[in-house]
Structures are given as structure tokens and as C-alpha cells.
């Protein structure tokens, strides 16, 4: 009876250390991989920006290219014009606008 007790036992025991080292290794498996990941660098999406300058005639709000003079779009409010613009725009581009002339002009 004994010998059972002593062979439980020490299958328990054999048991708990094989489940510490695999617990072991799998977290410096997990560290590893997570150091890699954090090394990597990170791909950002290429976005084309456009400055845009701002005109009020009347009641609407028109959008031109600061460069180029070119128009971009219209519209009677910054939702508006934000949605002629993804209309338009559908590739990635970024609209860029001076908060402090819009103000001033009254777009936002």
C-alpha cells in the first residue's frame, strides 16, 4: 500500500515539473515572438497631402488647391465638403486646412 502512495506520489511530482518547465518554455517562446513583433517596424499607409485653401461666396464654402489653384470641392458645411472631398478623392488623401481661416471665414 505504501508503494503505491510512493508511486502516486511521485508521478505527481514528475507531472508538476514537467508542467513547470513546459510553462517555462512556452513563456519565453511567447516573449520572444512579442520582442520580434515589437522590433519590426510598422508599415504606415502613404497619404498624399493636400493644402487646401478656403472661399466663401454666398452661402457656400469652395475648397482650392493652395499649389495649383485647382479646385477640390464645395459645399455648405465641413460635413458637406469632407464628403465631396472622400467622393472625389478616393484614393488615400489627406485634406489639410488652416483651423485659423476657416474660422475666420466661418466653415467651422
Request: net charge negative; glycine share 6%; aromatic share 12%.
Amino acid at each position: 500500500m505504501f508503494d503505491l502512495f510512493l508511486n502516486i506520489m511521485a508521478g505527481v511530482m514528475i507531472y508538476c515539473a514537467g508542467y513547470k518547465v513546459g510553462y517555462y518554455m512556452r513563456n519565453k517562446h511567447t516573449l520572444a515572438m512579442l520582442d520580434s513583433l515589437a522590433n519590426e517596424p510598422v508599415p504606415e499607409e502613404e497619404t498624399e497631402k493636400m493644402f487646401a485653401k478656403i472661399e466663401k461666396h454666398g452661402e457656400i464654402f469652395y475648397l482650392f488647391d493652395e499649389e495649383t489653384d485647382k479646385f477640390i470641392a464645395q459645399g455648405s458645411n465641413w460635413e458637406e465638403i469632407r464628403y465631396n472631398v472622400s467622393k472625389s478623392y478616393k484614393d488615400k488623401r489627406e485634406l489639410v486646412v488652416d483651423t485659423k481661416h476657416a474660422k475666420k471665414v466661418g466653415l467651422l
